[in-house]
């Protein structure tokens, strides 16, 4: 599989949860799912869903100004409403809501003015169509995936209902939005309900790059991906190939009021460092009120992120997977050549930073946004047996409020030591 290299050089996404669910602020889908809500509670949603205030455009200039190279938006979540107006159910915002239009379109259009590649989230499951909950996978791993809305009973499956939906329903909508909106990005959710030969993942995957065969996968294809998602954490092991971490700006997905525990611009700036640094993309997630506004607060928390980016664009663009950890105490990157290393210093230093493992010999170090150059030495080692000293490097005279970033310039192209030392 073949990654399409806008993806793997764009570090930043923006992930927008946005749907009838931010009406009553409840969870998205889940709420009547799980049983919080009845389902006739949550579709009443649909009376107070108006996207009055939706202008894509200010969206748009808001996700380029917080770094983003990309955005995805939630065309259809798990409760089976569509953003757009589709011919395939007549659950949608532009035939049931006061928005009465699509939203999608207008969406596509303002992240392409601002050169912002398009993603279009759709969730595989539909927990409201009448003909998704009629075969039973062959094997439920997850436990509360038992549930009326997406099976039926033991017993009483009907095979045809469900090929219908997957045709008519799951299919259609698909190429309403492959031929609408001409994404760059599909982000698939919700395929753990079934298996992959009941939801035809490999010829799924087929006509769509028949379709449009430069067009972006996630990996929720159950192996039949373009790239690793993992969610809420740095993995600690980050997956061998192209991968992108989606991460809520508050606790919550789609807007709820009561959702305050909004983090930092620090916590972001080190989760997206330390994505960067492990060669993966964030995807940081937003989600507007009904009528298409975005709280003050994550507005806030994208522009803090962007104002860091341009001070330290040098590490991020074009830059590539740095070191493991243990030879620097944070996350680093490196120049597209090889022959420059970033260090990102999350606390100040008191007296200097140290690189292990390093077989170059460092040129010039200097800090990214203040441009002042730093002293070092190498401490130890065995040269003899080609087994580097430690790199120390004099601390800086002002450090980021956030993250100081060190450049060094090296001799040639990177070489690390992994070896236990000389004995």
Same mark, same amino acid.
């Given at each position: 599989?073949?990654?399409?290299?806008?993806?793997?050089?764009?570090?930043?996404?923006?992930?927008?949860?946005?749907?009838?669910?931010?009406?009553?602020?409840?969870?998205?889908?889940?709420?009547?799912?799980?049983?919080?809500?009845?389902?006739?509670? &949550?579709?009443?949603? !649909?009376?107070? =869903?108006?996207?009055?205030?939706? #202008?894509? +455009?200010?969206?748009? $200039?808001?996700?380029?100004?917080?770094?983003?190279?990309?955005?995805?938006?939630?065309?259809?979540?798990?409760?089976?409403?569509?953003?757009?107006?589709?011919?395939?159910?007549?659950?949608?915002?532009?035939?049931?809501?006061?928005?009465?239009?699509?939203?999608?379109?207008?969406?596509?259009?303002?992240?392409?003015?601002?050169?912002?590649?398009?993603?279009?989230?759709?969730?595989?499951?539909?927990?409201?169509?009448?003909?998704?909950?009629?075969?039973?996978?062959?094997?439920?791993?997850?436990?509360?995936?038992?549930?009326?809305?997406?099976?039926?009973?033991?017993?009483?499956?009907?095979?045809?209902?469900?090929?219908?939906?997957?045709?008519?329903?799951?299919?259609?909508?698909?190429?309403?939005?492959?031929?609408? &909106?001409?994404?760059? !990005?599909?982000? =698939?959710?919700?395929?753990?309900? #079934?298996? +992959?030969?009941?939801? $035809?993942?490999?010829?799924?995957?087929?006509?769509?790059?028949?379709?449009?065969?430069?067009?972006?996968?996630?990996?929720?294809?159950?192996?039949?991906?373009?790239?690793?998602?993992?969610?809420?954490?740095?993995?600690?092991?980050?997956?061998?190939?192209?991968?992108?971490?989606?991460?809520?700006?508050?606790?919550?997905?789609?807007?709820?009021?009561?959702?305050?525990?909004?983090?930092?611009?620090?916590?972001?700036?080190?989760?997206?460092?330390?994505?960067?640094?492990?060669?993966?993309?964030?995807?940081?997630?937003?989600?507007?009120?009904?009528?298409?506004?975005?709280?003050?607060?994550?507005?806030?928390?994208?522009?803090?992120?962007?104002?860091?980016?341009?001070?330290?664009?040098?590490?991020?663009?074009?830059?590539?997977?740095?070191?493991?950890?243990?030879?620097?105490?944070?996350?680093?990157?490196?120049?597209?050549?090889? $022959?420059?290393?970033?260090?990102?210093?999350?606390?100040?230093?008191?007296?200097?930073?140290?690189?292990?493992?390093?077989?170059?010999?460092?040129?010039?170090?200097?800090?990214?946004?203040?441009?002042?150059?730093?002293?070092?030495?190498?401490?130890?080692?065995?040269?003899?047996?080609?087994?580097?000293?430690?790199?120390?490097?004099?601390?800086?005279?002002?450090?980021?409020?956030?993250?100081?970033?060190?450049?060094?310039?090296?001799?040639?192209?990177?070489?690390?030591?992994?070896?236990?030392?000389?004995?």
């Amino acid at each position: 599989m073949t990654m399409q290299p806008w993806f793997t050089e764009a570090k930043l996404g923006v992930f927008v949860h946005w749907g009838i669910y931010a009406v009553d602020g409840v969870p998205e889908s889940w709420s009547f799912f799980g049983g919080d809500l009845t389902r006739e509670a &949550y579709m009443k949603q !649909l009376g107070g =869903f108006t996207a009055s205030r939706y #202008r894509p +455009e200010d969206w748009a $200039r808001l996700f380029a100004r917080a770094g983003a190279k990309y955005a995805v938006l939630t065309t259809k979540h798990h409760d089976g409403v569509a953003l757009w107006d589709t011919e395939r159910t007549e659950l949608s915002v532009a035939a049931r809501t006061p928005a009465a239009r699509d939203l999608v379109g207008p969406f596509a259009e303002a992240l392409r003015r601002h050169d912002l590649r398009v993603g279009l989230y759709f969730s595989h499951s539909d927990w409201s169509h009448p003909d998704y909950p009629t075969v039973r996978p062959s094997s439920l791993h997850r436990p509360w995936v038992d549930n009326r809305f997406a099976m039926p009973a033991p017993g009483e499956e009907e095979p045809e209902r469900w090929e219908h939906f997957l045709e008519h329903v799951h299919r259609g909508q698909i190429r309403e939005l492959l031929s609408r &909106y001409r994404p760059d !990005l599909l982000w =698939f959710d919700g395929a753990w309900e #079934r298996d +992959e030969r009941q939801w $035809r993942m490999k010829e799924l995957r087929e006509e769509i790059l028949e379709r449009r065969p430069r067009t972006v996968l996630n990996g929720r294809m159950l192996g039949h991906g373009d790239y690793a998602t993992p969610e809420l954490g740095v993995p600690i092991v980050p997956p061998e190939g192209p991968w992108e971490l989606c991460y809520t700006i508050g606790d919550a997905w789609g807007h709820q009021p009561r959702d305050t525990g909004h983090k930092s611009v620090t916590e972001l700036i080190r989760v997206f460092t330390e994505t960067v640094g492990h060669g993966g993309n964030l995807l940081l997630n937003t989600g507007p009120r009904e009528d298409g506004t975005i709280a003050p607060e994550h507005a806030d928390r994208l522009e803090g992120l962007g104002r860091w980016i341009r001070r330290h664009q040098e590490a991020v663009h074009p830059t590539e997977r740095g070191m493991p950890y243990g030879h620097h105490y944070g996350p680093s990157m490196l120049s597209r050549d090889r $022959r420059t290393l970033f260090l990102v210093c999350f606390d100040p230093p008191r007296r200097f930073v140290e690189v292990r493992g390093l077989q170059n010999a460092v040129r010039k170090i200097s800090v990214l946004g203040t441009g002042e150059e730093l002293g070092h030495r190498v401490v130890g080692g065995f040269p003899s047996r080609r087994v580097p000293g430690v790199v120390r490097v004099d601390a800086p005279t002002l450090c980021d409020p956030h993250a100081t970033v060190l450049a060094l310039e090296l001799d040639g192209e990177i070489e690390l030591y992994r070896g236990h030392g000389a004995g």
